[in-house]
Each structure stands twice: as C-alpha cells, then as structure tokens.
C-alpha cells in the first residue's frame, strides 16, 4: 500500500491494520536455470554439479521418499557429505540431518517439499529442482530458500 493510501485509511478507519501476503513470485535475488536431461542419467549430472566447490550449501528436492533414499545412497558411495529429511525419516533423524546441514557437516541435504516446509536456513547457496515439483507454488516454495537476505542464490531444475 502507498504511503498516501496509508494516510486516507488512517482517515477513515478506527485503527487500521496491515495485513502483508507472501508474493507468489519469485525473488529477484533467485537466479534461475534449467538443465534439460532427456535421456541423460539425471544422477550423474548432479554429481558433476556438485563436484563445483562454488556450490557450498546445496538443498536439492526430489518428489519421493524412495527417489531420494536411491539419490541419497549414490551420493554416500560417491564420497559426498549428504543429509536426506523426508516423512518416513524419524523426527530426531531430521533434526540431526537439518543440524549437521546446518553447521556445514554436509553440504547438501535432500528433501520432499512436504518434510521441507517451514525449512528455515540460512546460507543456502543452491536449490536444485532434481525432480519438478508438483505446482507453481511449490517451485516457488522451493526456490525460496534460496537468495535470502539481499543474497545471490541459484535455482537449478531439472527438466526431462
């Protein structure tokens, strides 16, 4: 609202309020990309990603539980500090994963939008769509946890 907007509520009204609603659109501090993998091992192209030391705080989202425990296994065998939260996971697991995550233990943790919510991180350099979410608000949701805090941040997807 406009300050001059302000000043003829302020009028009119017996103690007006303020009410804010979240933007469904996504920051300007979110730089976004698109990788197309159409008959690519998607897997492996994130493991070259992330062999860039430029991603430093990496939350990458998948749309299963069972995806991501695949994705979890491979990224243990290939030597990369990985956590995984998703809604079969303990809650003491998911807090040891976000903890370690973090406090820099690992570098990149895995999640389903549902386990997600309510992720509050600071630092996230990347936020990689591994899988596409299923709406609009949830790309947005997703993306967000990126470039906070007048931070640069990337947001890669994945698209088959």
Known sequence: MTPKAQEVAKEFLNNPSIVKVSS???SDNVHQNIIHTRGKNKELIL???LSNPELKKVLVFGRTKRGLERLYNSMRSWGIPVGIIHGDKSQGYRQRSLRDFKTNRTRVLLA???ASRGLDVNNITHVINFELP??????IH???????ANKIGYAITFID
């Not at 299923?134 to 790309?139: H, K, N």
Request: no cysteine.
């Open 47 to 49: 493991k070259d990603l």
């Open 134 to 139: 299923e709406s609009y608000q949830d790309y």
């Open 24 to 26: 469904s659109q996504a």
């Open 112 to 114: 389903t939008d549902v």
């Open 142 to 148: 997703r993306i967000g946890r990126t470039g906070r």
